[in-house]
């Protein structure tokens, strides 16, 4: 997956422009000025045309820097059994460090969720490995947990006082993490 702050970030360094740049993303059925607009979106983080590998590889080559440099690998838990208020909290430790710092404070966490967070990071790692990154320099750019409202089936009640009821709501949350190159 391209990295948008990667791509923006290189281009204000090497004083590119798009219009520059979108002569090297054309692609079948892909003229410069659509080249130009998806160059636009890319930038502000909408991924409207998906990026493929090929662009990428084309981006790379026009910013004269390496694929790798440019993409980051991603993973997650989608309706994960924790609200994401318990879940943040475990993801806050981890955001902006290096991978293996990352998984050495989630073994040593004592929560339910880093085990959660440890499984999906393990993934993006996989990830990247298989698209032949350097796994040792790579870290955590970005952790974000959002809420997946009620869990299915988790729709109880529990008897109070005078009759009353109260329900028991098991909330849910996805997980996503992504992680770059240094």
Request: glycine letters at 6%; a positive charge.
């Amino acid at each position: 997956m391209l990295s948008c702050s990667r791509l923006k970030e290189l281009c204000s360094q090497r004083d590119i422009s798009i219009d520059g740049l979108s002569g090297h993303l054309a692609r079948g059925g892909f003229d410069r000025k659509a080249a130009a607009a998806a160059l636009k979106n890319w930038q502000k983080g909408l991924y409207k045309p998906k990026p493929r590998s090929e662009d990428i590889e084309r981006l790379a080559s026009g910013l004269g820097v390496e694929p790798a440099r440019l993409s980051q690998w991603e993973a997650s838990h989608r309706y994960a059994p924790m609200s994401a208020r318990k879940v943040r909290l475990v993801a806050q430790l981890i955001r902006g460090r290096s991978v293996q710092d990352a998984l050495d404070i989630l073994k040593f966490t004592h929560k339910r969720a880093a085990r959660m967070i440890e499984k999906v990071l393990e993934s993006a790692i996989a990830n990247a490995d298989e698209q032949e990154a350097d796994v040792e320099n790579l870290y955590v750019c970005r952790v974000r947990v959002d809420d997946a409202g009620l869990r299915i089936g988790t729709k109880r009640w529990i008897p109070k006082d005078r009759g009353r009821t109260n329900p028991i709501r098991k909330h849910a949350s996805h997980i996503h993490i992504a992680v770059a190159e240094e």
